[in-house]
């Protein structure tokens, strides 16, 4: 089925700061060589001490409205994909609102991990057909920087930080818009990647403080079997439900968490290596923000034309995954 609504704007916001595998090397045990073998990261953004996710997410947010000719006032949603945020109450939305300046409009977190951006598009998708929305903001950050044990080998090399925003809004045209999706969850699986401790389960303390229980805790092995599974899975899904092959996508954007998860995926899928777009070796994994910012980068390296089918695919803590095909 064809929702009337199309990606009328993108924007990022990258934090400048640029950390490389080199200066890595001195903080862990570890190698350029190694890192870009295992996952192809090469650099990575890192926020500065002061920043929030909602200080990345505002500048985004306006890069978006201003790449689609929207003011501000006209967003009616917010929609704020992240799973860094500023505070556990109010929402990273709203603290974005403030930033921003704006009241009025709905503002709310999808907590979704990686898939978090997808999972928002899918919600942004309903408002609009279901006429309670013609603007939504879908907005994505995080501050993972903030999140990792940097002491830690297995981890804090993966992870980088960002975020972007797609203004998406109803529209007539009926060559544009989602042509099919999926989304989905597998709560059985949420410790295989998780933050411990600072919520309701276990409030920070001196002891989860001592037991570093407040970073990502990761069995690396088993998110990457369960990542190329759920996303291949879910990407052959969506591409049968629009009746499309492999063939037919123009371009892929798996989520960008490990160059051997994407390259796995796209083979899985049988779509070529040069329609498959990659971040991941200059930004890392930016879990939420990954899709929207290679969308984004997509764009502005010409890689997108009218008409093209898009196929985006993640899978994220929880674990949960989706895919959405677009016709951009
Ligand atoms: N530098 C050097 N050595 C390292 C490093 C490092 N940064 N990290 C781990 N090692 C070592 C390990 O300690 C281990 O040594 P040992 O055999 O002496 O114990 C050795 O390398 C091999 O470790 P493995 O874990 O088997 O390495 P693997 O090839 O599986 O790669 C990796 C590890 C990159 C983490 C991989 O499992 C992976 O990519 N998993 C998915 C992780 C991921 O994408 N997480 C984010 C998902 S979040 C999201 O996007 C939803």
Known sequence: MIHSFEVRGTGIFMPPRVLTNQEIESMVDTSDQWIVERTGI???????????????????????????????????????????????????????????????????????????????????????????????????????SKVVDWTDRRTCVLFGDGAAAAVVSATDREDAGVLASNWGADGTLAQILYQPAGGTQRPASAETIAEKAHVVHMDGGAVFRQAVRAMSTSAKQALESASLTPTDVDLMIPHQANIRIIEATRSRVGVPLERTFNTVSRYGNVSAATIPIALHEAKTAGKLNPGDRVLLTSFGTGLTWASTVLRW
């Open 42 to 144: 090469s650099e990575r953004r890192i926020a500065s001490a002061e920043t929030s996710t909602s200080d990345l997410i505002a500048p985004a947010v306006r890069n978006a409205c201003e790449d689609a000719g929207l003011a501000l006032e006209e967003v009616d949603t917010l929609l704020v994909a992240t799973s860094t945020p500023d505070t556990m109450f109010p929402s990273t939305a709203c603290w974005v609102q403030e930033r921003l300046g704006i009241r009025g409009p709905a503002a709310l977190d999808v907590a979704a991990g990686c898939t978090g951006w997808l999972y928002a598009l899918e919600l942004a998708g309903a408002l609009i057909s279901s006429g309670r929305a013609r603007n939504v903001v879908v907005a994505a950050g995080e501050v993972m």
